[in-house]
C-alpha cells in the first residue's frame, strides 16, 4: 500500500490504540464481584463464561453482507448486562445484571493511555488533526480520552452514531459530519477486521497497530502495519 497523500486528519481507534484495556482489571472485577455475592464459583469461570457470550454479542452485532439485516443497536451495557442475564441463569447464581454491567462500564473508564500516546498525539497534532471513532459507550469513552492532555478535533462513539465498525456507516458519518474527504484520512485501529476492513471500505488509508510486539514498519498491500505512535509520526514527517 502506497501512502501518497499527507492526511488532513489522523483518526484513531481508541482501546489497545492510543488507551490500554488492561484484562488484568477484567480479572479482579470478576473476583470482586464473586467475593461481594458469595459465589461459589472461579472468577475466572465466571470471566470465561461471560466473555464467551460478549465475543458473540461482538460477532453478530454487524451483518456487512446485508446491512439491513443489522439487528438493533444496542449499547455496550445494554449489550453486557444481556450477557450477565445469560451467566447467571446458566451458572444459577442470583445477581442484578444491570449493576453489573454498569460496574464494567466505570470500570473500562478507568483504563490508562499508553506511554508514548500523550506526547505524540500531540506532536502529530502540529501537522494535522485528530480523531476518534471508537466501539465504546460514552460513559467509557470520554473519561479515558480525557487523560490524554490533547483536544480531539472530532470524536464519534459507536453509541453515538448507533452503528458499530466495521460498518461503512459509521466512517461515512464521521466524514460527512466533519466535512472531509476520505483519501486524506489516515485511520489507525488494532483491529483488522473492525478498523482495516471498515476504514478501508470508504477510501481511509488503514494503518494496523500492533502493541504487543515490536516490528519495523511494514507497508503492505491494503495497510500498513505499525507497533506504536512513534513510527507513525516518523511516516508522517518523512513524507
Not at 450477565?84 to 447464581?93: A, H, P, R, S
Not at 462513539?157 to 452503528?163: V, Y
Not at 471498515?198 to 471500505?201: H, I, Q
Given at each position: 500500500m502506497k501512502i501518497i497523500n499527507t492526511p488532513s486528519?489522523?483518526?484513531?481507534?481508541?482501546?489497545?490504540?492510543i488507551v490500554k484495556n488492561?484484562?488484568?482489571?477484567?480479572?479482579d472485577l470478576f473476583k470482586v464481584f464473586v467475593k461481594e455475592n458469595n459465589w461459589k464459583i472461579s472468577p475466572q469461570i465466571l470471566w470465561d463464561t461471560w466473555k464467551s457470550e460478549e465475543v458473540l454479542f461482538r460477532k453478530v452485532r454487524t451483518n456487512l453482507e446485508n446491512l439491513s439485516l443489522n439487528p438493533n443497536f444496542q449499547t455496550y451495557e445494554e449489550a453486557w448486562a444481556n450477557c450477565?442475564?445469560?451467566?447467571?441463569?446458566?451458572?444459577?447464581?442470583e445477581g442484578n445484571p444491570s449493576v453489573l454491567a454498569k460496574r464494567c462500564i466505570k470500570n473500562m473508564g478507568k483504563n490508562s493511555p499508553y506511554m508514548d500516546s500523550n506526547e505524540y498525539l500531540n506532536k502529530l497534532s502540529k501537522h494535522c488533526k485528530l480523531g476518534v471513532i471508537s466501539n465504546a459507550d460514552n460513559d467509557f469513552l470520554y473519561p479515558v480520552l480525557e487523560k490524554i492532555e490533547l483536544k480531539f478535533d472530532?470524536?464519534?462513539?459507536?453509541?453515538?452514531?448507533?452503528?458499530?465498525?466495521?460498518?461503512?456507516r459509521i466512517f461515512l458519518n464521521f466524514i460527512d459530519e466533519n466535512n472531509l474527504d476520505p483519501e486524506d484520512c489516515w485511520y489507525v485501529g488494532d483491529k483488522e477486521y473492525d478498523d482495516v476492513l471498515?476504514?478501508?471500505?470508504v477510501g481511509m488509508k488503514p494503518f494496523l497497530i500492533d502493541r504487543s510486539v515490536y516490528n519495523e514498519i511494514k507497508e503492505e498491500k491494503n495497510m500498513v502495519r505499525i507497533s506504536n505512535l512513534i513510527q507513525l509520526y516518523e511516516i508522517l514527517i518523512n513524507k
Open positions: 486528519i489522523i483518526i484513531f481507534d481508541c482501546f489497545e490504540t488492561d484484562r488484568k482489571s477484567w480479572i450477565f442475564n445469560k451467566v447467571l441463569f446458566e451458572l444459577k447464581l472530532f470524536i464519534l462513539s459507536s453509541e453515538s452514531a448507533k452503528l458499530y465498525k466495521p460498518d461503512p471498515g476504514s478501508s471500505s
